[in-house]
């Protein structure tokens, strides 16, 4: 026989809101030069991030129920993220010409530069973390020490550049693109 009330049962008493701003620009080719340019802002607030991220403040100290009422960002929260994308190309026929050659013709370039701000975290102290036998109470535990989601992980930067040349090769119409 099961007692019911030594049994725990998940019940989700958390919400969230999202909210953000997109903005998109895209700058058909002109004169061999194109672009597009897009930047996000989000904002996500709530009570919890996941169905189990407040588990443990619910069971506090035997006092089963005591769901956080306190709005706080997400784990998932990313407050900016974007990118610029520019890509230039030449035309058969372009640039000059060096012994009969035209280096520059059909070559291609690409460049993204994305950015994205940090994601949200508590900042913990573990404790119990060396030396770990096995047993149970060896396992690590872990202390807030700022409030939740209160900071912020460092800001990202990517730069990828691309080039390319494409090659006509005298078998018909059979082109060729090298790509470094």
């Not at 709530?46 to 403040?57: A, K, P, R, V, W």
């Not at 929260?77 to 000059?96: F, L």
């Not at 090659?167 to 060729?176: E, K, V």
């Amino acid at each position: 026989q099961t007692d019911v009330t030594t049994i725990a049962f998940s019940n989700n008493g958390d919400f969230g809101v999202i909210k953000g701003l997109d903005l998109i620009f895209n700058l058909r080719r002109i004169m061999g030069f194109a672009a597009r340019l897009n930047y996000e802002m989000q904002f996500a607030n709530g009570t919890g991030s996941s169905t189990g991220s407040n588990f443990n403040i619910a069971w506090q100290q035997g006092s089963a129920g005591n769901f956080p009422k306190v709005i706080q960002p997400l784990d998932f929260e990313q407050r900016h993220t974007g990118s610029i994308n520019v890509n230039y190309r030449t035309d058969q026929g372009m640039g000059p010409e060096i012994l009969g050659f035209k280096p520059l013709e059909n070559l291609g370039a690409n460049l993204l530069f994305s950015f994205n701000s940090g994601q949200r975290f508590t900042r913990l102290e573990i404790l119990n973390q060396i030396p770990f036998s096995g047993r149970n109470e060896d396992y690590p535990s872990e202390i807030p020490i700022s409030a939740v989601n209160e900071e912020n992980l460092p800001w990202n930067y990517r730069f990828d550049l691309r080039l390319d040349r494409s090659i006509n090769l005298d078998f018909g119409n059979f082109r060729s693109t090298f790509t470094a």
